[in-house]
């Protein structure tokens, strides 16, 4: 396991400690048990795992405990969604924000990725005159961008989905027009700002937002068509009844389903996995074990997924496709880890990070050689 890189601009990653401390009134050198952990709106089997118990237990044999980094009291712990700033952390979600964390000089590893395949789609307005994807050729293309210094992991979802449709029609970028559509809404607010927007940046109205800058600019006719995921993707879907120009989630081609949330990836403090590889080797295999209890509940499973996405359970099954969870798996298979490449790849020549690294430097395997001894 190599050392990450260092840029100028690179965060240290001393901060969880100091915050596990003066939240939980211990001593200096007592928060070595305990740990932090993050999650996506998404499937995953850290979902599926927390609520069953499986991590709490895994972690407690290691002596060890678990808390959601969004219970930090400081903004910029809380930013470790993002960041990945706070020591202890694990993170499970898309891959966007934890490369770019990476590309600063986070100091993380890359543990497990998962392949959980989600509906994905590029919607167009009935009247735009669109049937198939070559008709993109000279329209205009939703693309939100966020100012507010975060990560705009939605903005390079949605050029990433673009330029993903375009390439099975011989296309690119360059034969469309992209409407940048302004968008001033934070995902964690930060020191001094109104106490009511702290709600964690996946609460209810912040879902339903996700979408609003593209959604009425669709409406204006300011836009020809959107990119957009997930349930809530097709749940918009719905709402415009708008014409479904390519489905990329389920294509054929493994190569157009790559974006942020595709594959979704398993991102550990590199301390913690250098020094404690038991450790996450019980994280990595208590997720795995999650798919076996999923198949025993799976009404409460298909709860716990609808839960984490912010949708109604009828909407699940249609977004994701799957009846017994084998995608939730989380390994390092190397058709896994080329697709984090390509995503990182993507993002440098976009120019959504500044400095490259190799994915292959930044996997850590021993816990997962670890973990599949367990099992």
Same mark, same amino acid.
């Given at each position: $396991?190599?050392?990450?890189?260092?840029?100028?601009?690179?965060?240290?990653?001393?901060?969880?400690?100091?915050?596990?401390?003066?939240?939980?009134?211990?001593?200096?050198?007592?928060?070595?048990?305990?740990?932090?952990?993050?999650?996506?709106?998404?499937?995953?089997?850290?979902?599926?795992?927390?609520?069953?118990? !499986?991590?709490?237990?895994?972690?407690?044999?290691?002596?060890?405990?678990?808390?959601?980094?969004?219970?930090?009291?400081?903004?910029?712990?809380?930013?470790?969604?993002?960041?990945?700033?706070?020591?202890?952390?694990?993170?499970?979600?898309?891959?966007?924000?934890?490369?770019?964390?990476?590309?600063?000089?986070?100091?993380?590893?890359?543990?497990?990725?998962?392949?959980?395949?989600?509906?994905?789609?590029?919607?167009?307005?009935?009247?735009?005159?669109?049937?198939?994807?070559?008709?993109?050729?000279?329209?205009?293309?939703?693309?939100?961008?966020?100012? *507010?210094?975060?990560?705009?992991?939605?903005?390079?979802?949605?050029?990433?989905?673009?330029?993903?449709?375009?390439? !099975?029609?011989?296309?690119?970028?360059?034969?469309?027009?992209?409407?940048?559509?302004?968008?001033?809404?934070?995902?964690?607010?930060?020191?001094?700002?109104?106490?009511?927007?702290?709600?964690?940046?996946?609460?209810?109205?912040?879902?339903? =937002? =996700?979408?609003?800058?593209?959604?009425?600019?669709?409406?204006?006719?300011?836009?020809?068509?959107?990119?957009?995921?997930?349930?809530?993707?097709?749940?918009?879907?719905?709402?415009?009844?708008?014409?479904?120009?390519?489905?990329?989630?389920?294509?054929?081609?493994?190569?157009?389903?790559?974006?942020?949330?595709?594959?979704? +990836?398993?991102?550990?403090?590199?301390?913690?996995?250098?020094?404690?590889?038991?450790?996450?080797?019980?994280?990595? *295999?208590?997720?795995? #074990? *999650?798919?076996?209890?999923?198949?025993?509940?799976?009404?409460?499973? !298909?709860? +716990?997924?609808?839960?984490?996405?912010?949708?109604?359970?009828?909407? +699940?099954?249609?977004?994701? #496709?799957?009846?017994?969870?084998?995608?939730?798996?989380?390994?390092?298979?190397?058709?896994?880890?080329?697709?984090? /490449?390509?995503?990182?790849?993507?993002? !440098?020549?976009?120019?959504?990070?500044?400095?490259?690294?190799?994915?292959?430097?930044?996997?850590?395997?021993?816990? $997962? =050689?670890?973990? /599949?001894?367990?099992?």
């Amino acid at each position: $396991m190599s050392a990450p890189a260092r840029p100028p601009e690179g965060r240290a990653t001393s901060l969880g400690e100091d915050v596990a401390q003066r939240q939980e009134g211990s001593p200096p050198g007592a928060a070595s048990t305990r740990l932090w952990y993050t999650r996506c709106p998404l499937p995953t089997a850290s979902g599926l795992a927390l609520d069953a118990g !499986l991590l709490a237990e895994a972690l407690a044999d290691r002596g060890a405990a678990l808390a959601a980094v969004e219970t930090l009291d400081t903004p910029d712990a809380r930013q470790s969604h993002f960041t990945h700033a706070v020591a202890g952390l694990f993170r499970q979600g898309g891959n966007i924000p934890p490369i770019w964390a990476r590309s600063r000089g986070a100091n993380t590893v890359l543990a497990g990725i998962a392949w959980t395949p989600e509906y994905q789609a590029i919607l167009a307005h009935p009247g735009a005159g669109i049937r198939g994807i070559a008709d993109l050729k000279g329209k205009r293309l939703a693309l939100p961008v966020r100012r *507010s210094g975060e990560i705009d992991f939605w903005r390079a979802m949605c050029l990433r989905g673009y330029d993903s449709a375009l390439r !099975l029609a011989g296309l690119t970028l360059a034969d469309v027009t992209l409407v940048e559509l302004p968008v001033d809404e934070v995902y964690i607010a930060r020191q001094g700002e109104d106490e009511a927007s702290r709600a964690w940046m996946w609460a209810g109205a912040a879902r339903v =937002r =996700r979408q609003q800058a593209e959604t009425f600019a669709y409406v204006r006719g300011e836009v020809d068509a959107l990119y957009a995921s997930g349930a809530l993707g097709l749940q918009l879907q719905a709402l415009l009844q708008a014409t479904e120009v390519v489905e990329l989630g389920f294509h054929a081609d493994r190569r157009a389903q790559i974006n942020n949330q595709v594959p979704n +990836i398993l991102t550990v403090d590199a301390d913690l996995a250098r020094n404690r590889p038991d450790i996450v080797a019980a994280y990595l *295999s208590a997720l795995n #074990r *999650s798919i076996a209890w999923a198949r025993r509940h799976p009404g409460d499973a !298909l709860r +716990i997924y609808a839960r984490e996405v912010g949708a109604p359970e009828e909407w +699940i099954a249609p977004s994701y #496709r799957e009846t017994d969870f084998r995608s939730l798996r989380v390994g390092l298979d190397p058709e896994l880890i080329a697709a984090v /490449s390509s995503q990182k790849d993507f993002l !440098l020549e976009h120019g959504f990070i500044q400095h490259d690294f190799d994915v292959h430097e930044w996997v850590c395997g021993e816990p $997962m =050689r670890l973990a /599949s001894q367990e099992t």
